[in-house]
């Protein structure tokens, strides 16, 4: 019924565009800082002070057990509640936000399971040459750690362009918005598959990149 | 190994820099579909009401909310712009329609600017609640469950012949429906917490309660009219104006029922009505002398009609 999803495409292929251009922005903003926070929670899940691990496992399991959704609603309604002085900023801060702590959780995880990965012998070879605890990790442990750490950040990019979709409820301008702004010109239908679509392109691109480079970094087993 | 690591850590960088810098380009622009107008200047999607009438106010002992307000020399709203030609967004992000050019001519009204807050219907009430909005204006109907809950504002529309509420079924099918009885027993869709889903109900299912008339309420409106497109549902109730538009897109498959809801046994909350945290008498008092004046003047009619030719509902002339 109506205009066909090509024509749709033609016609509003720039609202698409740059739908497609905010979904990575807001996706390469919350995985790059998500992964300076993550990986710093990472340090604190594999610290042996019972404090931190505790705050730190707290912080994982929280974020990662409840939507994403949820969590934005928190940012975007409860935090200016708070703080009333907060409440003049724009929403794509708390969106942002969210984004970015949920990113941090699961890199936290990426990185302590990569780190967890490398076989114990290795560190204990180490020390037993002599080396100290932070050489050990930075020379020996982290260097093996990084090949499996590198493609599964790639895959939380992967995760985290899918996800940003719901920054969409609160109409931040990513790819699932354009289906509101279409919707409004009384497209139903179309939209949903063009933006389908794109989600499919980028996301086997990307994940065609994420398996060159597993195999890149297998090289040396 | 290392330099291969390198190389990779060098390359995943670089994505995530061109991707970011790509994205800058598109800017946040999007996402600041905050529009703050000034008092002195004009948007071409808001009405120009400098030379409007308007209603002497009292606002000399403000308190609570209206306090707030005038304070902040802000009114801050929230609407969800996905309701064409109350609310609606173009593909730069600004923010259309009749309900937002009667919240500009409130806000004058007490002498503020306008602040607009984009978000998803079902977030709407909740950022009243909140505080995170002054009030909102999206298409609510009055219920009495809503106005427990909230202060709500007395109604506007925006003329009958024009600002009327129908069902739409698929095409041949109309001859079928010549009152509303003939719905009753039928399978019929409408917005969850619309106007039009009171309707249905006192309307038709309460012709006849036990006819087995089923409501399915949607989030959006194009979820019921895929449905209807899907033949999932006979009818979905909305208002005329979006009725309209979606029988014309629908290359003859869809066609209006031709019956109208009677909007006239809503008394004082026929049409729209915006909503504020519960408990803001005063607050809602003044914007209810400001929604009056736009009523008796025909202001709002007109902002109506202007919203319905920027939506594309209606030729320009």
Known sequence: MGESIFSVLYKYWPIFLRGLLGTLEYASIAVAIGTVLGALIAVLRLSKNKVLYGISSVYVNVLRGTPLLVQMYIAYFFIPMAIPALNSIDKVYYVMLALILNSSAYVAEIIRGGINSVDKGQTEAARSLGMTASHTMFRIVFPQAIKNILPSLGNEYIAMIKETS???????????????????KFLVWQPLFIIAGIYLIVTLVLSAIVKKMERKLSVSD | MKNTMKKMLAAVLAVIMVAGILAGCSGNGGSKTEAKTGKNSTFAYLVDTTDLEKPTL????????????????????????????????????????????????????????????????????????????????????????????????????????????????????????????????????????????????????????????????????????????SGKCDAVAMDGSTAEMYVEQSDGKFALSGLHFDLTMYGDYEGNVAAAKKGETEFIAQINKCIDMAMEKGYYENFYQEARKLAGIDDEE
């Open chain 2, 58 to 229: 009292d606002l000399s002992n403000a308190s609570g909310q209206l306090k707030k307000v005038l304070d902040a020399g802000v009114l801050t709203i929230a609407t969800s712009p996905d309701y064409p030609p109350a609310e609606f967004v173009t593909e730069d992000g600004k923010v259309f329609g009749s309900e937002m050019m009667l919240a500009k001519y409130v806000a004058d009204c007490l002498g503020v600017d306008l602040a607009i807050e984009t978000m998803d219907f079902s977030a709407t009430l909740t950022a009243v609640s909140t505080g995170k909005v002054d009030i909102a204006f999206s298409g609510y109907g009055w219920k009495a469950d809503r106005a427990e809950s909230y202060e709500l504002s007395t109604g506007y529309t925006g003329g009958d012949d024009i600002n009327y509420h129908t069902l739409i079924v698929p095409a041949g099918q109309e001859d079928n429906y010549n009152e509303f009885t003939d719905f009753v027993g039928k399978h019929i869709m409408a917005q969850a917490s619309s106007l039009q889903q009171m309707y249905v109900e006192d309307q038709i299912i309460a012709l006849n309660p036990d006819g087995g008339t089923n409501l399915e309420f949607v989030a959006t409106l194009d979820q019921a009219v895929l449905s209807l497109a």
């Open chain 1, 166 to 184: 719901l920054a969409g409820t609160f109409m931040l301008y990513e790819l699932m918005y354009t289906r509101t702004l279409l919707a409004n």
